[in-house]
């Protein structure tokens, strides 16, 4: 089966960088999953990382060590539409397996 | 990429009835999912959903409180039967396979009230 964890709840200021952290166990491991959702709205995609190292988008970044279960999502220059839940995401062999996610909430 | 739509967006329905969620995707993809997000909680998968043959459904559900179809590559329904309060929540049809693409997409959802 699948564990996967992450802080339920994480507060940063505008303008500031936030690392949102995830742990997992899994059995089968075909890449990792960052997912945004905004409140009332489906997850939108953020990032994949299938092997060891750090991927960077713009002002999001995400990093992955298979040998440690851990992953970051690093999120630079916060807006307050950064507020939101992110979502932590393991894939099996052919499911997506979802953490319980972290509410952000950015700040003034 | 690829755009999935969901019919109804929202619903509110009557303790015992049923109701058929359909979800189209405007690409042809490998594979079909269905999960479940109840308030304030993350998103839990029910089913795969698998082209002219039945689903695979996760531990927890099971094809007679939902049926599943997908009658071809873009085109799945979810039911919901004999609904009860318990059974209020969102439910998200999610699609994956797109050639060379690794992403995977989720609808709009479907807000479901029981009373």
């Known amino acids: 089966g699948q564990n996967i964890d992450q802080p339920t709840e994480m507060t940063a200021t505008e303008g500031a960088i936030v690392q949102i952290n995830c742990t997992y166990q899994?059995?089968?491991?075909?890449?990792l999953f960052w997912y945004q959702q905004h409140a009332g709205e489906a997850p939108t995609f953020l990032s994949y990382n299938v092997l060891d190292g750090l991927e960077e988008k713009g002002r999001f970044s995400s990093f992955l060590s298979r040998s440690k279960g851990y992953s970051y999502l690093l999120l630079k220059e916060l807006q307050m539409k950064d507020s939101a839940s992110y979502l932590c995401?393991?894939?099996?062999?052919?499911?997506?397996?979802f953490g319980k996610g972290t509410m952000l909430l950015v700040s003034p | 990429s690829a755009v999935i739509s969901q019919k109804p967006s929202r619903d509110i329905c009557q303790r015992g009835t049923s109701l058929t969620i359909q979800c189209q995707v405007d690409?042809?993809?490998?594979?079909m999912f269905w999960y479940r997000q109840q308030p304030g909680q993350s998103l839990t998968l029910i089913a795969t959903?698998?082209?002219?043959?039945?689903?695979?459904?996760e531990s927890g559900f099971v094809i007679d409180k939902f049926p599943i179809s997908r009658p071809n590559l873009t085109f799945s329904t979810l039911t919901v039967s004999n609904m009860s309060p318990e059974d209020s929540s969102i439910y998200l049809c999610?699609?994956?396979?797109?050639?060379?693409?690794?992403?995977?997409?989720f609808g709009p959802g479907t807000r479901l009230t029981v009373t």
């Open positions: 959903a698998n082209q002219g043959s039945e689903a695979t459904y």
């Open positions: 999610s699609a994956t396979g797109l050639a060379g693409d690794y992403e995977q997409y």
């Open positions: 690409s042809q993809v490998t594979m």
């Open positions: 899994t059995s089968g491991f075909n890449g």
């Open positions: 995401a393991v894939k099996g062999y052919s499911t997506l397996t």
